[in-house]
């Protein structure tokens, strides 16, 4: 037995048989372009976490810089010493 009820001749028949279906060229080209799009993909997942993570650098500079006692534009607690 081997995946899931499958052998492994089962799944080299299979595998002769797609070979004979689509050619060793056109399988080539599949495999580069689904590889090209896992690589995007991941890509762009990073490029996400990155973007994701700016603005909690940012907040936490600015409340830093808050309870620091220095003002932020456009803050409420910037708008707050003014009042004063």
Known sequence: MGFGGISIWQLLIVLVIVLLLFGTKRLKSIGSDLGNAVKGFRG?????????????????????????????????????KEKV
């Open 44 to 80: 762009a997942m990073a490029e996400s976490e990155k973007e994701d993570e700016e603005p909690k650098k940012l907040d936490e500079a600015s409340a830093k810089r808050t309870a620091d006692g220095e003002a932020v534009a456009g803050s409420t607690a910037a708008k707050d």
